[in-house]
């Protein structure tokens, strides 16, 4: 079964960092562009950020909400991508997703989502 | 950027209803509108992608339809396994957005 999963949440205090992983399986990893998505509790979907596939220069993009704070990275050779996650704050905390392009570097939606990994800031 | 609402908001209906959501985009977002399902403590499931396309496997009791700026998500006959809550998203400009949801659940 094609699959993503996250690791790496927990409790945070705030102005720490953590870095959250999101290991693909049983499908080329390369091939696919890599969104990452929050939660909050009770709330909607938030879009964070993306990263490209190689074939398009791995370029990243960012919500305004963390540009400059968060990061998105991906090893290729491991099928793992990353979000760094810098200055955390109390409205980081959430449920964070991991998910893929059903067009590989396209405009058409998410079609393999992880189970979510969750982020506690506080103190 | 584009800001995506949902109608309604919560929605209350039973097995066998016909039930219509619409989703209304701020600026054109000419078809690449994606609906997913979401239910309690688990990921959202893509449903529908360019507006009207269903993803496979994806029951054909599901439908999408629109382009522009309204776009609606069909479930022609409820079935228990569909309540939950289902949200609209734009990928047509970044950031990619998503409507505020629609809560459907049973009479």
Known sequence: ?123 | DIQLTQSPSFLSASVGDRVTITCRASQGITNFLAWYQQKPGKAPKLLIYVASTLLTGVPSRFSGSGSGTEFTLTISSLQPEDFATYYCQQLNTYPPSFGQGTKLEIK
């Open chain 1, 1 to 123: 079964e094609v699959q993503l999963v996250e690791s790496g949440g927990g409790l945070v205090q705030p102005g720490r960092s953590l870095r959250l992983s999101c290991t693909a399986s049983r499908f080329t990893f390369d091939d696919y562009a890599i969104n990452w998505f929050r939660q909050a509790p009770g709330r909607g979907l938030e879009w964070l950020g993306l990263i490209r596939t190689k074939a398009y220069g791995g370029a990243t993009k960012y919500a305004a909400s963390v540009k400059g704070r968060f990061t998105i990275s991906r090893d290729d050779s491991k099928s793992i991508a990353y979000l760094q996650m810098n200055s955390l704050k109390s409205d980081d905390t959430a449920m964070y997703y991991c998910a893929r392009d059903l067009g590989g570097n396209s405009y058409y939606g998410m079609d393999v989502w992880g189970q979510g990994t969750t982020v506690t800031v506080s103190s």
